[in-house]
């Protein structure tokens, strides 16, 4: 890559599941990369090994809080992804779509950059339209327990298309559908995680409803593949466009293949379904095989093994660790005398 090829990239949300990922590919690629993150859900071991000051540049820091940098790209990856988690603090979620994108928008317009916003499949709520395409406008409801997210989102996408008319900004916009693979949290309660963890250690896998309502799940490999057509193809291709795999499986169909997978002895649990939780939710993928000539290929099993591999790595080591931290406290063999008690 020559110096004139090579960008200076903002990832926002660059210690994240995706984020991380992106990265490692951006750099393999020969940019230049600031991640920018508050480590609120994303973990500074997904960016272990990536340290370079030359190369790849960590600020901590909330995109919701204004910050001025030279860049020529901006990934906007920020806001916490799973219900679990957003619905822990909505306020905070809320402000990261609303005003961290606006805050990313103003930075696109100081440096003409290119920016790329991460919107999502739950703009679509729990639909009426199946498969979803770009032109439905979706069923959310704007005061349940996952608009914070979901409004956030559809706010941040508003956002994104006023700057584009009225401020000129270039903005690409992708509707990310279920995505699953290395670098995931292991504690962020996403359906592909939580199955996984919970065989892995052979405990109860938890299926909310009856396990029928379906989910398209994308490997990570795949999705960033059609992210980076979107943010290569032309200008005037904006979006939204959806970016996910359009097979169809019930969540006990995944359930069943993890526990076949990992050889868990784990038992199928049910709890009730959440409010307003998706009973479907299958991407059309036409706009993007027309625009990006993009498709996945990964298929399902061949991305749960990678998977597997991965957090049954993860575990490995948090085992040891712990191991490490409890063999290094050894109890005293001192007496405590009476005056100074026996707190422990």
């Given at each position: 890559?020559?110096?004139?090829?090579?960008?200076?990239?903002?990832?926002?949300?660059?210690?994240?599941?995706?984020?991380?990922?992106?990265?490692?590919?951006?750099?393999?690629?020969?940019?230049?990369?600031?991640c920018l993150d508050n480590f609120s859900s994303g973990?500074?071991?997904?960016?272990?090994?990536?340290?370079?000051?030359?190369?790849?540049?960590?600020?901590?820091?909330?995109?919701?809080?204004?910050?001025?940098?030279?860049?020529?790209?901006?990934?906007?990856?920020?806001?916490?992804?799973?219900?679990?988690?957003?619905?822990?603090?909505?306020?905070?979620?809320?402000?990261?779509?609303?005003?961290?994108?606006?805050?990313?928008?103003?930075?696109?317009?100081?440096?003409?950059?290119?920016?790329?916003?991460?919107?999502?499949?739950?703009?679509?709520?729990?639909?009426?339209?199946?498969?979803?395409?770009?032109?439905?406008?979706?069923?959310?409801?704007?005061?349940?327990?996952?608009?914070?997210?979901?409004?956030?989102?559809?706010?941040?996408?508003?956002?994104?298309?006023?700057?584009?008319?009225?401020?000129?900004?270039?903005?690409?916009?992708?509707?990310?559908?279920?995505?699953?693979?290395?670098?995931?949290?292991?504690?962020?309660?996403?359906?592909?995680?939580?199955?996984?963890?919970?065989?892995?250690?052979?405990?109860?896998?938890?299926?909310?409803?009856?396990?029928?309502?379906?989910?398209?799940?994308?490997?990570?490999?795949?999705?960033?593949?059609?992210?980076?057509?979107?943010?290569?193809?032309?200008?005037?291709?904006?979006?939204?466009?959806?970016?996910?795999?359009?097979?169809?499986?019930?969540?006990?169909?995944?359930?069943?293949?993890?526990?076949?997978?990992?050889?868990?002895?784990?038992?199928?649990?049910?709890?009730?379904?959440?409010?307003?939780?998706?009973?479907?939710?299958?991407?059309?993928?036409?706009?993007?095989?027309?625009?990006?000539?993009w498709a996945p290929k990964v298929k399902l099993r061949?991305?749960?093994?990678?998977?597997?591999?991965?957090?049954?790595?993860?575990?490995?080591?948090?085992?040891?660790?712990?191991?490490?931290?409890?063999?290094?406290?050894?109890?005293?063999?001192?007496?405590?005398?009476?005056?100074?008690?026996?707190?422990?």
């Amino acid at each position: 890559m020559t110096r004139e090829q090579q960008k200076r990239v903002l990832i926002a949300g660059g210690s994240g599941f995706l984020g991380a990922n992106l990265a490692r590919i951006l750099l393999a690629e020969g940019h230049k990369v600031i991640c920018l993150d508050n480590f609120s859900s994303g973990r500074r071991s997904n960016l272990a090994g990536l340290a370079s000051p030359e190369r790849l540049q960590i600020i901590d820091h909330d995109v919701a809080d204004p910050i001025s940098l030279a860049v020529d790209e901006i990934f906007n990856m920020a806001c916490v992804a799973s219900p679990i988690q957003y619905q822990e603090d909505p306020l905070q979620t809320l402000r990261t779509s609303t005003v961290g994108t606006a805050n990313l928008l103003q930075m696109a317009v100081a440096n003409d950059a290119l920016m790329f916003q991460a919107s999502t499949s739950e703009v679509y709520g729990n639909p009426h339209e199946h498969p979803q395409t770009e032109d439905y406008f979706g069923n959310v409801n704007p005061i349940g327990p996952r608009a914070c997210y979901d409004e956030g989102k559809r706010c941040a996408e508003t956002l994104c298309m006023d700057y584009h008319r009225a401020r000129n900004v270039k903005v690409k916009i992708a509707r990310i559908f279920n995505t699953y693979g290395p670098y995931m949290h292991p504690d962020d309660g996403r359906v592909v995680s939580n199955f996984i963890v919970q065989a892995l250690q052979n405990k109860p896998i938890t299926v909310y409803g009856d396990g029928s309502q379906t989910r398209s799940f994308c490997y990570v490999d795949d999705l960033l593949k059609g992210i980076l057509a979107l943010m290569r193809a032309p200008l005037n291709i904006v979006g939204p466009i959806n970016i996910g795999n359009p097979d169809e499986f019930t969540v006990l169909e995944l359930a069943t293949q993890v526990i076949e997978m990992t050889g868990s002895r784990s038992k199928i649990v049910f709890e009730p379904l959440p409010q307003d939780d998706p009973v479907k939710r299958r991407p059309d993928i036409t706009r993007a095989k027309e625009l990006l000539d993009w498709a996945p290929k990964v298929k399902l099993r061949e991305g749960l093994a990678r998977t597997i591999e991965y957090f049954d790595g993860v575990l490995k080591e948090e085992e040891l660790e712990s191991l490490a931290v409890r063999s290094s406290v050894r109890p005293s063999t001192r007496k405590v005398g009476k005056s100074e008690g026996a707190i422990l």
